[in-house]
């Protein structure tokens, strides 16, 4: 039977089977420690010329980093191994025997790596980053369905563009054009309807024109919508998931965390509440530092890592003019200069993790939006429906995947936060 590493700690004095990879390999004198990987963790197994038979021995000198093998042996707690238990090796068989494999243990260049992300996956961090992730993932719908949401997936291929035209991806469909989508926000404004709390998560397509450190062209994307939920109530909400979700990492990923070298006390700070400004507060700070900058102006990255620079947690930033955001914001009804519109800039300089509002809910004004974005009515017309049967207050925001990941591991660049990263110019593999 097979054991799992990350379970190893429950065999101690046992006999085990482990089925994984050679991570790394080291000799002193007549004892051979081999790194075992089997995708849930990394154990050493010690090899002694006088407790195991010569052949086990030779085996071990033999094989190379990254041979498939499966090893029996059994389980040591010694707190000087990693990991503080190691396996006394009985059995060593190799499944194969790997010839040059390319990234060895030193340090690689970022061009040498990401042509070679299948096999980098592979490396202790990209183990750890794409753990976390996973946590993350499970984190966010945990607390969502524990509150009553239902998970409604929306589609891939879309007619219509949700965040603006600059950035779609044209898809041939049978002859016309459809787009892949930027956002499953306007089909979750009709299935709220239907389902009261509902949330879709999936991959999103922006055609992004700049290489930057937190876009991707593929990026997933978090995207609750509330029914009858209006702006105040949906930055609480935000707070809660963060809050929640961030603990739960701190909780079950430590490990990974320490793995990748993470400063921890920057997260443990994430409590609520969460500082908020409107925009015009966010420009004022920014234009302490940048003269350049203007009302009106929208926020770059410099920007945001200005903003976040004030605060030692999440910061939300709140209407925005109406001009910056997409024709579904719904203006403010006291001023309608600004929309309900909230962005959370996350600390640390990750800058924008969380964009969302409340809706546009009236029939006439969206029809208006529509002309002014120089939107064609036809494509949205089963969403503006949505304004003629029962039109209802709603909000909702989409949270991106790679961008919280890259900052909850403290990451530079997204491009290692999802598995096979997709950037301009870049698709292979
Ligand atoms: O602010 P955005 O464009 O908002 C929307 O798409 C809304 N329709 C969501 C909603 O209300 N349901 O994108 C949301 C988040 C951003 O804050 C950012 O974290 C991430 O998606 N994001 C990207 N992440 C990686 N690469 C890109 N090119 C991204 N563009 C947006
Ligand atoms: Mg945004």
């Not at 035209?165 to 016309?176: C, E, K, Q, W």
Request: glycine fraction near 6%.
């Amino acid at each position: 039977m097979q054991t799992y590493i990350q379970d190893i700690s429950k065999y101690e004095g046992k006999e085990v089977t482990i089925k994984g990879w050679l991570y790394n390999k080291r000799s002193s004198g007549k004892v051979r420690f081999i790194l075992i990987r089997d995708g849930t963790g990394i154990v050493q197994s010690v090899i002694t010329a006088n407790q195991t038979c010569p052949e086990i021995f030779e085996i071990a000198d033999r094989v190379t980093q990254e041979s498939s093998l499966i090893l029996t042996g059994v389980v040591r707690k010694d707190p000087r191994a990693p990991g503080g238990y190691e396996i006394v090796a009985k059995k060593l068989q190799i499944i194969q025997l790997t010839k040059d494999y390319p990234i060895t243990p030193k340090e690689h260049s970022i061009e040498f790596l990401l042509p070679q992300r299948h096999l980098w996956l592979r490396s202790r961090k990209q183990f750890a980053i794409m753990r976390i992730r996973h946590q993350l993932i499970k984190a966010c719908r945990d607390f969502l369905d524990d509150q009553g949401f239902l998970c409604i997936d929306c589609p891939i291929l879309t007619p219509a563009s949700v965040e603006g035209t600059t950035t779609l991806f044209p898809v041939d469909y049978y002859g016309d054009t459809v787009f892949l989508t930027q956002s499953g926000q306007l089909y979750n404004e009709a299935t709220v309807a239907a389902l009261g709390r509902v949330y879709c998560f999936g991959p999103t397509f922006r055609a992004e024109k700049s290489k930057t450190r937190r876009h991707l062209t593929e990026f997933w994307m978090l995207e609750p919508e509330i029914a009858y939920m209006e702006l105040e109530e949906l930055i609480s909400l935000i707070e809660d998931l963060i809050v929640y979700v961030i603990g739960e990492v701190l909780n079950k990923r430590r490990a990974e965390l320490a793995i990748l070298e993470r400063d921890i006390k920057p997260l443990e700070k994430i409590k609520k509440p969460f500082p908020r400004i409107t925009y015009q507060e966010a420009v004022e700070l920014i234009k302490k530092e940048d003269k350049s900058f203007r009302y009106g102006d929208d926020f770059g990255a410099p920007h945001e890592t200005i903003i976040s620079k004030n605060f030692d947690r999440p910061v939300f930033v709140h209407h925005y003019p109406v001009g910056l955001k997409a024709f579904y914001m719904k203006q403010d009804p006291v001023n309608p200069e600004f929309s309900l519109s909230v962005d959370m800039i996350g600390p640390e300089g990750y800058g924008e993790l969380i964009g969302g509002g409340q809706r546009e809910d009236d029939y006439d004004t969206l029809v208006k939006r529509l002309k002014e974005k120089n939107l064609p009515e036809e494509p949205y017309r089963w969403y503006l429906d949505l304004r003629k049967y029962g039109t209802f207050p709603h909000s909702g925001f989409g949270l991106g995947l790679e961008r919280t990941v890259a900052w909850i591991c403290g990451v530079r660049h997204v491009r290692e936060t999802i598995a096979f990263p997709r950037m301009l110019e870049k698709i292979y593999p």
